[in-house]
């Protein structure tokens, strides 16, 4: 999501709101190739696995053409549809950065892609996963609104000391989100759709737990950044996640100040238990698959 802990403002060649060119004139053939290679894969995992308002967006955006996108041809679309644009940033940024861009309809994307060797893990989010992941879901109005109004809750959680609890949020909706609908479980989580293996682990493994989103439950559960999930959480609609979430968290954090964290893989007794995983890969220790996409 974004990173902290940054001291002397941004790098060398970024302004400073940590934006940079994209440069999409330098990438070379080979840097197209591999998004080549990453997005005909995934666009045939995600068949009947995506949910709607990905795919749809897949389409608007015409991310595949001959290879990385220019962020200024797509700009173009998404600004017609939501009034969004992205944004090219050397990497991770600083939260208060990371939350201004979203408030103000920006996405903050790495310019950079993978090596072929890394296909399948890559610990950094690269140009892949950000704009294959989640830019397609910004062509959605009411993901779009969502997502902006995450960025104005993330400046209130920055002076309210609840940035943990907001976090948790953003990961399991935003990163590694699955949505309830007449066709079945279907992602939308960008962590999930620029992943292979855990586009079919969320789905189809018997090892995690899927629960029904509660807001609350949500804020208390820690995540894995280095694995597959534990436990993925499951929207009836982008609709109700909107509905939901916005709204002043101020009496929400201070429940949560009083109460601890609970397992990754716990099941309290108001969950809406999907699927009791039974968190067979966790327990034989994984194997650092791709989480990051």
């Given amino acids: 999501m974004s990173a902290d802990g940054f001291s002397g403002g941004p790098p060398p060649g970024a ?9 999409w004139e330098g990438y070379s053939q080979a840097e197209h190739d591999v998004w080549i290679t990453l997005y005909e894969r995934q666009a045939k995992v995600l068949q009947n696995r995506a949910c709607d308002e990905f795919l749809r967006g897949l389409d608007a955006l015409d991310l595949h053409r001959t290879g990385i996108p220019d962020f200024n041809r797509i700009n173009e679309e998404l600004q017609r549809l939501t009034g969004w644009s992205v944004v090219a940033v050397p990497g991770l940024v600083p939260d208060d950065v990371f939350f201004d861009h979203l408030a103000n309809r920006r996405f903050p994307a790495g310019q950079f892609i993978r090596k072929p060797h890394e296909l399948d893990y890559l610990q950094e989010p690269d140009v892949f996963h950000d704009v294959f992941g989640h830019v397609p879901m910004l062509t959605d109005p ?50 999930i759709v620029s992943s292979r293996t855990e586009s079919i682990f969320a ?31 499951v929207i009836p609609s982008i609709q109700t996640l909107q509905e939901v979430t916005l709204r002043d968290f101020s009496a929400l954090y201070e429940r949560l100040a009083g109460a601890g964290d609970l397992g ?4 309290v007794g108001a969950d809406q238990v999907l699927t009791r995983g039974t968190q067979a890969y966790a327990k034989a220790g994984g194997r650092l698959a791709s989480a990051a996409g």
Avoid: C, H
Avoid at 15 to 23: M, S
Avoid at 165 to 188: D, K, Q, S
Avoid at 208 to 225: A, K
């Fill in 203 to 233: 789905l189809e493994d018997p090892s995690p737990n899927r629960i029904g989103f509660d807001l609350e439950r949500v804020m208390r559960t820690p995540y894995r950044i280095d694995d597959f999930q534990q436990v993925y959480f």
């Fill in 15 to 23: 302004r400073p709101d940590w934006t940079i060119d994209q440069g």
């Fill in 264 to 267: 990754i893989a716990e099941i």
């Fill in 142 to 191: 009411v993901f779009a609104d969502y997502m902006q109004a995450y960025g104005k809750g993330g400046q209130r959680a920055l002076g309210l000391g609840r940035l943990a609890n907001l976090a948790r949020l953003y990961w399991y909706t935003v990163e590694f989100g699955l949505m309830a609908t007449p066709a079945g479980l279907r992602i939308y989580g960008a962590g």
